[in-house]
């Protein structure tokens, strides 16, 4: 089992540059499934050192969620940051605005 944080040997923070250029390069599934991975990582750090999760893990996931219009993914990935001890700063409260849009969103007829 890895350490707490880490993937593949290498903290989660370390993966950011390499998600952005998935992104960019189209390459959406392998950015999500990297993702995932990190999301991951980043909950198993916080069970250690209760720092809170890094929301942009979580965003940049709803973000591919939002792109290829799966409501529900989006809907998972942000209940699941929604349930986690979060980290100080802005991105939390603006993630959880974003929640109550797409719960609106499920909700309409």
Do not use: C
Not at 56 to 81: M, P, V
Not at 83 to 107: D, F, I, N, Y
């Amino acid at each position: 089992m890895s350490n707490p944080g880490f993937h593949d040997g290498r903290h989660f923070t370390t993966y950011v540059d390499q998600v952005k250029q998935l992104k960019k390069n189209n390459q959406l599934e392998k950015a999500e499934l990297l993702l995932i991975s990190l999301v991951g990582a980043t909950e198993s750090e916080d069970r250690v050192d209760k720092s809170g999760v890094a929301p942009w893990y979580y965003e940049q996931l709803a973000l591919i969620y939002r792109k290829n219009k799966d409501l529900l993914k989006e809907h998972a990935i942000l209940e699941r940051f929604e349930s986690q001890r979060h980290a100080p700063g802005r991105k939390p409260e603006t993630l959880m605005a974003r929640l109550a849009k797409v719960r609106e969103s499920l909700q309409a007829p």
